[in-house]
């Protein structure tokens, strides 16, 4: 099945320092991968998605690459600031198995 | 607009008790829906996800089962829980088929086995 591979686990920027983690996936026929934030004690909510046939993303400070090649993806965020500061999981998926797989997440601390 | 809804918020049982968590979805039919753990500190585990009505599909083996009476509600149950049943439990949905979208996470239960 499917495996995902979230790097880093932990992560520390000051403010207004970028910030990327990178996901890698296993499975060619993935072709949908979603980015989740979550901050302490709330649920998962999506920041950015992005989809096969697509390289790259962006949502202001959120930008969202993809190397379908290497199979690996990865989430850059720009001017970092304290309230980015959460756990952000990234995702494979297949969308006609039905399944997700999540990486294992990333603590994002965003020092003032 | 879609919602989900999941009950209770914190729940506090002890061990050997039995257990029942549901969750609702409003504005979307045939939805995929699915449940996760999540222990403190850590990732997310998939326990069951269901494309359909009866339609489960376990990727934990445990002693917790789901169940799909409805097209949008989705029952996780135990008969006996474990101390190690303890976390942070999220049901999420869907749109169904090969659409590429997110899932929705409900707002969770936090679950704590005494």
């Known amino acids: 099945g499917e495996n995902v591979e979230q790097h880093p686990s932990t992560l520390s920027v000051q403010e207004g320092d970028s910030a990327v983690i990178k996901c890698t996936y296993s499975?060619?026929?993935?072709?949908?991968f979603p980015w989740y934030k979550q901050e302490l004690g709330k649920r998962p909510q999506l920041i950015i998605d992005?989809?096969?046939?697509?390289g790259e993303k962006k949502d202001q400070r959120i930008a969202v690459t993809l190397n379908k090649t290497a199979k690996h993806f990865s989430l850059h965020i720009t001017e970092t600031q304290p309230e980015d500061s959460a756990v952000y999981f990234c995702?494979?998926?297949?969308?006609?198995?039905?399944?997700?797989?999540f990486g294992d997440g990333t603590t994002l601390t965003v020092k003032p | 607009s879609q919602t989900i809804h999941q009950w209770p918020a914190t729940l506090v049982q002890p061990v050997g008790s039995p257990l029942s968590l549901e969750c609702t979805v409003e504005?979307?039919?045939?939805?995929?829906l699915y449940w996760y753990r999540q222990a403190a500190g850590r990732g997310l585990q998939l326990l069951f996800y269901?494309?359909?009505?009866?339609?489960i599909s376990s990727e934990v083996p445990q002693n917790l089962s789901a169940s799909r009476p409805q097209d949008r509600q989705f029952i996780l149950s135990s008969k006996k829980l474990l101390l190690s049943d303890s976390g942070f439990y999220l049901c999420?949905?869907?749109?169904?088929?090969?659409?590429?979208?997110?899932?929705?996470f409900g707002d969770g239960t936090r679950l704590s086995i005494l």
């Open positions: 269901s494309v359909g009505i009866g339609q």
């Open positions: 992005i989809r096969s046939n697509v």
């Open positions: 999420a949905w869907k749109g169904g088929g090969a659409e590429r979208s997110p899932q929705h």
């Open positions: 499975d060619s026929a993935s072709n949908y």
């Open positions: 504005g979307t039919s045939n939805p995929n």
């Open positions: 995702a494979a998926i297949v969308t006609n198995a039905g399944k997700s797989t």
